[in-house]
């Protein structure tokens, strides 16, 4: 079984910056892929970034130049490095773990004014 843990969402004024991180704990394989989601109600989950074990990434267009995603293999930890946020940033964000299956964390809420 896997455990994702999130944190660093809240509340920023347009033009700020977060950082969200996510830690895996439990049976984590070697090779996986972790990212980061994003859902606001009546939407469909999209992604925003992932990155692999060896480094491959896929940035959203919309994120591009904005986000950057990186990760501390050995700490099984993912981060999101959020800057110049915008209020359609405004969603729950969702740590992601692929490897046999799709691992979800529990969400963190990113809220951006204007």
């Known amino acids: 079984q896997v455990q994702l843990r999130e944190s660093g969402g809240g509340l920023v004024q347009a033009g700020g910056s977060l950082r969200l991180s996510c830690s895996a704990s439990?049976?984590?394989?070697?090779?996986?892929?972790m990212g980061w989601y994003r859902q606001v109600p009546g939407k469909q989950r999209e992604l925003v970034a992932r990155?692999?074990?060896?480094?491959?990434?896929t940035v959203a267009d919309s994120v591009m130049g904005r986000f950057t995603i990186s990760r501390d293999n050995l700490r099984n930890t993912v981060y999101l490095q959020m800057n110049n946020l915008k209020p359609e940033d405004t969603a729950v964000y969702y740590c992601?773990?692929?490897?046999?299956?799709?691992?979800w964390g529990q969400g963190t809420q990113v809220t951006v004014s204007s």
């Open positions: 992601n773990l692929r490897q046999d299956l799709d691992y």
């Open positions: 439990g049976s984590i394989w070697a090779g996986n892929i």
């Open positions: 990155m692999s074990s060896g480094g491959s990434t």
